[in-house]
């Protein structure tokens, strides 16, 4: 048979089981996660609300999908849920690509950068010069600034860039930038190296060092990046959250977060202890850092994927994607206070059909696909049960691919395997099984589990325990059951369909 007919064959078969050649093409494009078009996208960038609408920058790559010399990706949404996908905002130029960083809406004119009554939105970013690098002086990274009057659509560079050139640390990146009101100036949260360096301005363009923080406190696997620092409140008091991202060193293996809570002045972050806290225990979690001018309501969304193997993933025509965003907040266990991150309420507009029960017995297994009437592998679970055994939630699908979500009581520990999730032959560490420590001592386990196409992100506990993997099925995971040896009653069963109620991005 020609290989023509051959072809025409299959299209047909496609078409006439009621999928797109897209949709084959694409199986690993999550629906309601933002991913770009085409092409590499690695951290979340310049995150900032601004009438009304939630802006995304993201490390892009737009002539392949691998990493290549970085630009400011950019995409908006209205809700944090359907992202639209905008042109590129920051290209590289004489002074270097354009590394990662956030944006501030500067509402004083403080830059002086606003015109004719309105302010700017100033995009603070490490320029990374490939030249310079070449020489290995160590000052190939610096701070330069770009602003916005026409609400984040077009960019003009500062002239005077860089604002804040490099003293000699080979790693000198990320500036996160928040208004400190009460010494009324910004402060810039920058990784240098082995540590986090606090510099503050009055106007975004003159920076004077503070102090550093962390070289004996935390993880130190890998270099520190991506650094973000606010304030929560909790049980009356001001608790200052400090985030570094670690690449590698995370806690099963490559990229991840880690996060201090503590005091700051203005000047110098005390940490209240200087052990290591995880953000996320998965392994598809990094680069996290929260939107700015969201007023105390802290968001934070972080990039789905782990240097470990990020460049090899099998997808086309795109590589990476971000995490569903998610609200933080504090949590007091006995005399430790940690970080929860929980999805944000805005997610609740994709529950579509769906059903909840109450005492549940799983003695073996409870098979719910029947039940849930689910092909597409998108949904939402939600359980209650006391904390008395075992127990593992099974994502499957015809192919004998299984993603495995559980607890075990012994090791008190939640955890992910992926071993046979499908494709995982692209990279010899991805087909793990990731753990994580239960924290909460709550005689009920309470989990919140949501899946897209190609990921998984666990809340246990209230978010005290998130999870975070993507996998690779070879076809969508429409089975899904309930397993404990030794039996087990749930308390609540919540379930529902997942429906992204706009076109996905690559349609826009």
């Not at 085409?38 to 691998?66: C, E, R, S």
């Amino acid at each position: 048979m020609k290989k023509s007919i051959i072809i025409a064959l299959l299209f047909c078969a496609i078409l006439t089981s009621g999928l797109k050649a897209q949709d084959v093409k694409e199986k690993y494009r999550p629906e309601f996660h933002f991913s770009p078009k085409a092409n590499w996208m690695n951290d979340p960038n310049g995150m900032v609300y601004h009438n009304g609408t939630f802006h995304l920058f993201f490390q892009y790559y737009p002539n392949d999908k691998i990493w290549g010399p970085m630009h400011w990706g950019h995409a908006t949404s209205k809700d944090m849920v359907s992202w639209e996908e905008q042109p590129v905002a920051l290209f590289p130029d004489s002074l270097g690509y354009i590394f990662s960083g956030s944006a501030v809406a500067d509402v004083n004119n403080t830059s002086g950068f606003g015109k004719d009554g309105k302010f700017p939105l100033v995009a603070i970013f490490t320029h990374h010069n490939p030249v310079l690098e070449k020489l290995e002086t160590g000052k190939h990274e610096y701070q330069s600034i770009a602003y916005s009057l026409d609400d984040g659509k077009t960019w003009t560079k500062y002239s005077g860039n860089p604002v804040l050139q490099n003293p000699g640390i080979s790693d000198f990146r990320d500036p996160k930038v928040s208004w400190f009101e009460p010494k009324k100036k910004w402060i810039m949260t920058l990784a240098t190296k082995d540590r986090v360096t606090f510099y503050s301005s009055p106007d975004l363009k003159s920076w004077v060092r503070e102090s550093d923080f962390g070289v004996d406190a935390g993880a130190h696997g890998g270099v520190w990046e991506c650094p973000d620092l606010f304030p929560i409140q909790h049980n009356g008091k001001q608790v200052w959250v400090l985030i570094v991202n670690i690449n590698p060193g995370g806690p099963n293996k490559g990229s991840a977060g880690q996060y201090f809570l503590g005091d700051f002045d203005g000047k110098t972050f005390k940490a209240y202890s200087k052990e290591t806290k995880w953000l996320d225990f998965g392994t598809d979690n990094y680069a996290s850092v929260t939107f700015s001018n969201t007023g105390s309501r802290v968001v934070m969304m972080g990039w789905m994927s782990n240097w470990q193997y990020a460049n090899v993933v099998p997808t086309a025509p795109w590589r990476s994607a971000c995490t569903i965003a998610r609200q933080l907040d504090l949590k007091t266990v006995g005399k430790e206070i940690y970080l929860t991150s929980t999805p944000v309420k805005e997610l609740e507009v994709l529950r579509s059909t769906g059903f909840t029960e109450q005492n549940v017995k799983v003695q073996g297994q409870l098979d719910l696909t029947e039940k849930t009437k689910n092909s597409t592998g998108l949904f939402r679970l939600e359980l209650e049960t006391k904390n008395t055994a075992d127990f593992s939630i099974v994502l499957a699908n015809n192919e004998g691919n299984e993603l495995v979500v559980g607890y075990n009581k012994a090791e008190n520990q939640y955890y992910i395997d992926r071993s046979k999730s499908g494709k995982i032959d692209f990279e010899k560490g991805f087909g793990q099984k990731h753990t994580a420590p239960r924290l909460s001592k709550d005689p009920n386990i309470e989990l919140t589990l949501i899946a897209d196409a190609a990921s998984v992100e666990l809340f246990a506990d209230g978010g005290l325990t998130p999870m975070t993997d993507i996998f690779f099925p070879d076809s969508k995971m429409s089975k899904l059951s309930i397993k404990s040896v030794s039996g087990m009653t749930l308390k609540k069963l919540g379930y529902s369909v997942l429906e992204p109620k706009a076109k996905s991005v690559r349609e826009n």
